[in-house]
């Protein structure tokens, strides 16, 4: 057997970056482990003080020795066989020239040290440990928790078994289609997409974060990039600004942040999930220990260590059991199995390095792929958010492929948290919150402005468009959740109360109510559609730990809509609420995209219902794009199990994306409340006189066998000429709460005029000026003009900086000059030019101006 060096080109069979084997330093008489090729297990003793794990890769006729003094995955030495010798020759072998090489390399380290020290040795100053927090903590703990190698034994033991299930596999030819249309051919069980990415550019490969698999189809699913392809396929190779590749990436982040916590800490993790701009894990310390922002440094470097052994993620699925025995030592993963995973069943765990997670994945290949690594912040948080769990601690982290990504990232937290909404509104005293009610908004002056402007934009433009508003009660008796169906999908986030012995809650949507606004009175087709507007008061029962500033509250109010209309009426009324969307969107600046959702595998109803609709729903969106808003997508199998719906989304000044608009279908409420409607048939009076007769019969019968009348019963179906009308769901602020927290952040509390609380500030040049500031004030006011003066007794140029600094859209100084010419001197706030001097402008020209620029509600101050 020959000892070759190990070098690059077979690091794609390891786990890792590799070296020469280092000299011995752990106890004598160390066992060595042996996985032939059967996979049956061969123990040898050796006289010398290292741990060795000898794995042969089948067909490669190579045997790896790895050694790592804190991992086992770590370094490697290839061996050459020979054919002609047995398995048992070639590890006995393997063994005793990898035994006298570690010897001769420790005879040699010791020469060399006494060589060393016979030279005068300079004293050499102490360096402070890499990582080292400062408190004198060691980096990472030593010894490791025992757990971490109770999950490797048993990993290790059924990824064996495993491999050798996949090995005796029959091997197929496949055929995988690429984007561009192109096929080729591939073998099952053998070709990975990695291996298909290679072929093509290594830059390609190395771009790519995950593929995915049959896009468009029921198949559709997110594959490992390593993993090999088990059948024919379209193939997608997503790169790290796709979305999907985003979350992949950051998900495998979150894995490397929960190593690194668990060889720092010993910790019990939880979970560990992407988010919005990054990811976290929750996890619980021994001892109620909590994570400090000293920790941030020393978790970076232990990170940066294991983004340079490029561990490689492996994929293991197991059966319950073995999960809860894997996962023994850890409570919270026994609950999460205990409640997620039938009995029976299998689910997936991901391995790096020790690491091993209950994960669907997929992962990107290595943790080399990690280029950048940065901990955001720490807090507290609760076991599935629930206050009544442990508590936790909770790591934020955020990733990048590049450098450059990750500086373009800082900058933009950086204007981000300069536009917070949470800032902003205090500065301008727009709102605040109040711990006597979580969750729920207390509008100041200056904000309650910017809430009856927005709700007077959109009652104008119902005004105009045909909508009716109505009111509804703002509590319900249960009876009434348990008919929608939200009593049993949704009890736990309503706020419930008892009330003369029954249940009741405060209501979370409106739409139940205006079923019953719609089915109070018989209705006719002709009065179809009936365009239903609420600006009723909501409640939901969001967790405290997930209440944030304006964008999660308990207490909010909607622009919700809702339209009933025939089935012949959709493509028309989806048509009008896309030009609503853009006359209402336009007026902020923003731009907005359109995605269809279609129908689910659990959906209700029937197909040919679902197909109608959604083909309706696609010749609108085709219109909308034929008529230049843009292209649409398409989401399938992503619709309510009640209707398919369309998700808009905008975009904001620092191109974040937010939904708030969503057109929803819905054919399920009208047949719950068994809502119906005259139609032009004419139907015989016998034929309806029949049907009544039945009806009376099943209420008698009902009622003789005390049918619980909370309890939804089986809805009737529309007497002979009526049927049942389709219900929209409509909403484009979302709630006023948010769309306004988006707002202050969007325009960075810049408001347009005709939004502004703070439209005109008049200052006097002198005190004598007083009095027509009054007057000047007064003018404005008396044409519904938000106007503040400044009277007090600071400087004339102090109370323009303190005007410009609450972003006044105008500034109006006058002074005996301007008292005396009925004018003002005013300065734009958007218009440099007007900054210094300003321009004297007529007071009734003024008023006009600024009366015409928010009448009109321009998005900037040109006058």
Avoid at 155 to 175: C, G, M, S, V
Avoid at 392 to 399: A, H, N, P
Avoid at 558 to 587: M, N, P, W
Avoid at 787 to 809: C, E, P, V, W
Wanted: proline content about 5%; glycine content about 6%; hydrophobic content about 35%.
């Amino acid at each position: 057997m020959k000892l070759e060096d190990h070098d690059q080109s077979v690091s794609r069979f390891a786990e890792g970056p590799f070296r020469r084997i280092p000299p011995p330093n752990a106890p004598a008489k160390t066992k060595w482990a042996v996985v032939g090729a059967e996979h049956s297990e061969i123990v040898y003793e050796s006289d010398v003080a290292l741990h060795l794990n000898l794995t042969l890769q089948t067909g490669l006729k190579s045997l790896y020795l790895r050694h790592n003094p804190l991992h086992p995955y770590d370094h490697l030495t290839r061996f050459r066989l020979d054919s002609s010798i047995s398995m048992a020759d070639a590890v006995k072998d393997a063994v005793n020239s990898a035994v006298e090489g570690v010897k001769n390399l420790a005879i040699s380290a010791e020469q060399q040290a006494e060589q060393k020290g016979n030279k005068a040795a300079k004293p050499k100053k102490e360096k402070k440990a890499k990582g080292d927090a400062g408190d004198g903590r060691p980096l990472m703990l030593d010894p490791a928790p025992a757990f971490i190698d109770h999950r490797i034994q048993i990993f290790e033991k059924l990824k064996a078994k495993y491999d050798e299930e996949i090995a005796q596999k029959p091997r197929e030819k496949i055929t995988i289609t690429l984007e561009d249309g192109k096929n080729i051919e591939g073998e099952s069980w053998v070709t990975s997409p990695a291996d298909i990415a290679r072929n093509i550019s290594k830059s390609l490969f190395e771009r790519t974060v995950v593929a995915r698999l049959d896009k468009g189809t029921p198949d559709e699913t997110l594959w490992d990039l390593e993993r090999p392809l088990e059948k024919s396929c379209k193939l997608e190779l997503l790169p790290f600004d796709d979305p999907e590749g985003k979350k992949v990436f950051w998900h495998s982040s979150a894995h490397i942040l929960g190593e690194a916590s668990e060889r720092r800490f010993g910790c019990d993790l939880c979970i560990g999930p992407p988010i919005e701009d990054g990811f976290y894990y929750e996890m619980a310390i021994p001892e109620n220990g909590t994570v400090e922002h000293a920790d941030h440094k020393p978790l970076e470097t232990i990170v940066n260590s294991i983004v340079k052994e490029k561990q490689v993620f492996q994929r293991l699925t197991l059966s319950k059991d073995d999960l809860l025995e894997m996962f023994k030592s850890n409570k919270y993963k026994q609950h999460i199995i205990k409640d997620k995973i039938p009995d029976g069943s299998f689910t997936t765990v991901y391995r790096n390095g020790p690491l091993i997670d209950l994960c669907r994945g997929p992962h990107v290949p290595h943790t080399g792929r990690i280029k950048q690594f940065k901990i955001m912040k720490n807090s507290a948080s609760y076991f599935l958010g629930d206050a009544k769990n442990d508590s936790l601690q909770r790591i934020y982290g955020v990733s990048f492929p590049d450098k450059d990504s990750m500086q373009q990232h800082l900058k933009f937290l950086e204007e981000a948290a300069k536009r917070d909404h949470r800032k902003i509104g205090k500065e301008q005293e727009l709102f605040f919150f109040h711990e006597f009610s979580p969750g729920s908004c207390f509008f100041l002056p200056h904000g309650q402005i910017i809430y009856n402007t927005l709700q007077a934009f959109l009652r104008e433009e119902y005004w105009n468009r045909g909508y009716q508003e109505v009111g509804s009660p703002n509590m319900f008796n249960s009876s009434l959740w348990k008919i929608s169906g939200h009593w049993q999908h949704y009890a736990e986030d309503m706020f419930t109360f008892d009330v003369e012995k029954e249940k009741w809650a405060l209501k979370p949507m409106n739409c139940p109510g205006h079923c019953l606004i719609f089915g109070h009175r018989e209705r006719s087709y002709r009065e179809l559609p009936i365009r239903m507007a609420d600006f009723g008061i909501l409640h939901r029962n969001e967790a405290s730990g997930a209440l944030t500033g304006l964008t999660r509250v308990r207490r909010f109010q909607q622009d919700d809509t809702h339209v009933f209309c025939t089935q012949d009426q959709i493509t028309e009324e989806i048509s009008a609420l896309f030009d609503f969307l853009r006359a209402v969107y336009g007026k902020f600046g923003f731009t907005f995209k359109l995605k269809l959702s279609t129908r689910p595998e659990g959906f209700l109803g029937d197909i040919e219902t679902w197909n109608k609709a959604e083909a309706k729903l696609t010749e609108a969106l085709d219109q909308f794009t034929a008529e230049g808003g843009g292209a649409w997508e398409l989401n399938p199998g992503d619709g309510a199990f009640y209707g398919p719906k369309i998700d808009i989304t905008i975009s904001d000044a620092l191109k974040r994306e937010f939904q708030c608009a969503t057109i929803q279908l819905d054919f399920q409420l009208p047949i719950q409340f068994e809502l119906e409607y005259m139609t032009s048939e004419v139907i015989p009076t016998k034929a309806k006189e029949q049907t009544q007769e039945k009806e009376q019969v099943e209420e008698k019968k009902d009622k003789a066998e005390g049918a619980d009348a909370t309890i939804a019963k089986k809805p009737k179906e529309p007497q002979p000429g009526y049927a049942r009308p389709v219900m929209i769901h409509r909403a484009i602020y979302g709630s006023f709460e948010r769309f306004i927290a988006i707002l202050t952040e969007h325009f960075a509390g810049r408001w347009p005029f005709w939004l502004s609380p703070r439209q005109v500030m008049v200052i006097p040049v002198m005190p004598s000026a007083n009095d027509y500031v009054k007057e000047v004030q007064a003018v404005l006011r008396k044409n519904r003009l938000h106007a503040d003066i400044d009277i007090s007794g600071n400087t004339m140029q102090k109370k323009i900086r303190t005007a410009q600094l609450a972003l006044y859209n105008f500034i109006m100084v006058v002074g005996a000059e301007e008292q005396q010419a009925r004018a003002v001197n005013w300065r734009n706030r958007d218009d440099q030019e007007t900054q210094q001097r300003g321009v004297i402008v007529p007071l009734d020209e003024a008023v006009e101006k600024l009366v015409k620029l928010r009448d009109e509600r321009r998005l900037e101050n040109k006058v």
